[in-house]
């Protein structure tokens, strides 16, 4: 390669995304209980996914502790070679439980998850169709299937019947939809969801990656708190998220988890999840049976803060049931970094969520809560943003 020209181009892509007010970076956070640590200033951390606060629970850790002491901290090779431990018999046969499936199968992250089930589930001649608001990692994953991909407006399930009913020709059909949006924090309607699929002979699979844990009676999801769990065909679950560690875990029929350990390419290739992280999984479900509390007061949190902005004027996506995630939408890329510039003067670390992440016009602080959050905290968020809404009028 001609080093000088290659590397202009790259510092020219560079300037273009900095110009427009999308350049991303990486910045050292560290973790302090709901705090974290940025430039030296404690902020409350108002950006993880860790809506339970098991990242830095004591019966993680001490899983995590006792895993590596006693087998190690690699699984060592990909699961259908030597890499399947019994740790990981143990977090599939729990999961299946918890989920109210047949069969679990386990995978380095959500995202490979979604990759393996779905090129296993759709290929070449068939149909997938996408919610517009869906992760990207199911995006990707359609993608990357072969598979002839239909996208329709987020929740317009008129739009899909209609792209169900002209996919005839087409082999197998599959539905893929998060349960909770991931920017939004929405959640989808899988009754009528179920319903389409039954009409239209297609498969279900709905990623709950920020259901699991926090919805439902037992905390296994969006399926179990609409009461679908016997319905939805597949489910993708990640421990990266309320679970507090890392891993995807796919949960279907047994046949199913069958199809994916032989086709399921980001299952195949890759090495087994470290019995550390199975460890903390374990755990984790352990934590998520007994500290029920734990999901009650996020969504408290979340039920108040959502009724406290609504009243003063904030335009939040609506939801039937809250979720950990709410929204503020600004509009521009420069109004959204301006508002976590804001939040952050003010004690909160909230980053700016910008296209291609979301749609442009729709950048958007994102706030997630944690169960470790104190009422008090909230108000002072608020006393926040009416300050930013202050400063707004008086620019203009
Ligand atoms: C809806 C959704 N699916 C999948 C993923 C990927 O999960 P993981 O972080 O475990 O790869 C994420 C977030 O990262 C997500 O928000």
């Known amino acids: 390669v001609n ?27 560290s973790h302090d209980g709901r705090f974290v640590k940025v430039a030296g200033r404690r902020l409350l951390n108002l950006a993880s996914n860790d809506y339970l606060a098991l990242s830095q629970h004591p019966a993680l850790a001490q899983a995590v502790a006792k895993a590596a002491h006693e087998l190690g901290t690699g ?32 995978c380095p992250t959500g995202y490979m998850a979604n990759l393996a089930a779905v090129s296993s589930l759709a290929g070449e001649g068939d149909l997938i169709c996408l919610d517009k608001l869906n992760h990207a990692s ?3 994953a359609a993608r990357a299937s072969g598979a002839t991909v239909r996208v329709y407006p987020h929740g317009d399930l ?5 792209l169900l009913s002209r996919g005839d020709a087409q082999k197998r059909k599959l539905i893929v939809t998060d349960s909770v949006f991931s920017m939004d924090g929405d959640t989808a309607d899988l009754h009528a969801l ?19 844990g926090v919805l439902g009676s037992s905390g296994a999801g969006l399926a179990e708190l609409q009461n679908v769990s016997e319905r939805v065909d597949v489910v993708i679950s990640t421990a990266s998220k309320a679970l507090g560690s890392l891993g995807g875990i796919i949960t279907s029929k047994a046949a199913v988890i069958d199809l994916i350990v032989n086709r399921g390419r980001a299952f195949i290739f890759t090495t087994g999840v470290p019995p550390t992280q199975a460890a903390a999984i374990n755990a984790a479900l352990d934590v998520v049976r007994d500290e029920p509390w734990r999901r ?7 039920a108040s803060l959502r009724a406290e902005l609504l009243q003063r004027n904030w335009q939040l996506p609506p939801t039937p049931v809250p979720t950990p995630i709410v929204p503020l939408i600004t509009g521009s890329a ?21 296209p ?18 104190e009422p008090a905290e909230i108000q002072s968020l608020l006393a926040a943003l009416d300050g930013w809404r202050g400063r707004d009028d008086r620019n203009n």
């Open 138 to 140: 199911l995006i990707d």
């Open 296 to 302: 009650q007061r996020v969504l408290e949190l979340s």
């Open 334 to 354: 420069e109004s959204a970094l301006a508002l976590a510039a804001h939040l952050s003067d003010q004690g909160f670390f909230a980053p700016a969520i910008r």
């Open 75 to 106: 699984a060592g090779a990909s699961r259908l070679v030597a890499g399947h431990m019994p740790l990981h018999a143990e977090v599939e046969r729990r999961f299946a439980q918890f989920k109210h499936a047949q069969a679990a199968l386990i």
């Open 194 to 212: 179920c319903d389409l699929a039954d009409q239209h002979d297609a498969i279900l699979l709905v990623d709950e990656a920020h259901g699991s």
């Open 356 to 373: 291609p992440t979301v749609a442009p016009g729709a950048a958007r602080v994102r706030l997630s809560l944690r169960a470790d959050i």
């Open 3 to 29: 080093t000088d020209a290659w590397l202009d181009d790259i510092h020219a892509q560079l300037r273009d995304l900095a110009a427009r007010s999308l350049g991303r970076s990486l910045r050292e956070v």
């Open 158 to 162: 008129s739009k899909l019947d209609r």
